[in-house]
Structure formats: structure tokens, C-alpha cells
């Protein structure tokens, strides 16, 4: 299974994205999925996660600021962020909790978009 993470670029303060990421290849089935970020010189942080019946857990460095939805017959998650702020520049990764079909589970990480908000 590979992620294919999507929607970064440079965006304006205050401005607006979405971040879309598609689980490919054989999936048998997705708990739970999130986004990650990594700043230059900070450790990597949660941006938000959804878990497979859809609960959500949303960083507190976003909160107010962003969403996080996925569409399993697409096997994808999105996450929208407003209010775009430059200290929320970082690379972003997607991250899915994959279940094969013998029941074992592997945390799978897509390769980041890059994010750029400009003041």
C-alpha cells in the first residue's frame, strides 16, 4: 500500500487548502488515518486523525482552524485548513493504519507535500 498525499503549495496567510491523500495498491482495510507535519528543525506533530467509524482528534496547534474527513470507497483522507497561519509551513505527511486480510497492521507513511504560507 502506498500513499499518494496531494495539495500542498504556497498559500497566502490567512488563506485556505486541502490536503487529500489516496491509499493505492491492495488494501484490504484502513482504520484509522491522519496527517502529520514536520516543520524545518521541529520534531514531527499531529495535524489531525479520523478513525475508521469516524471519530476525530484534532492538533492543538489547528484546532478551530482545521477538519479531517475520509471517504472510504475512495480509500482517502482529507484535511482542510483555514485561517492559514506561516508557522503553518511544514511538510505534511499522511499516515494510514492498514489492516491485511490475516489481521495484521502496519503503519503506513506517504512520502509529505510540502506546505509554504507566506506572510
Known amino acids: 500500500v502506498q500513499l499518494q498525499a496531494s495539495g500542498g503549495g504556497l498559500v497566502q496567510a490567512g488563506g485556505s487548502l486541502r490536503l487529500s491523500c489516496v491509499a493505492a495498491?491492495?488494501?484490504?482495510?484502513?482504520?484509522?488515518l491522519g496527517w502529520f507535519r514536520q516543520a524545518p528543525g521541529k520534531p514531527r506533530e499531529l495535524v489531525a486523525t479520523?478513525?475508521?467509524?469516524?471519530?476525530?482528534n484534532i492538533g492543538d496547534s489547528v484546532i478551530g482552524r482545521c477538519s479531517i474527513s475520509r471517504d472510504n470507497d475512495k480509500n482517502a483522507v482529507y484535511v482542510q485548513m483555514n485561517s492559514l497561519k506561516p508557522e503553518d509551513t511544514g511538510v505534511y505527511y499522511c499516515?494510514?493504519?492498514?489492516?491485511?486480510?490475516?489481521?495484521?497492521?502496519?503503519?503506513?507513511w506517504g512520502r509529505g507535500t510540502l506546505v509554504t504560507v507566506s506572510s
Open positions: 479520523i478513525s475508521d467509524d469516524g471519530r476525530t
Open positions: 495498491g491492495s488494501v484490504f482495510s484502513l482504520n484509522g
Open positions: 499516515n494510514a493504519d492498514v489492516e491485511d486480510r490475516d489481521g495484521s497492521r502496519t503503519s503506513v
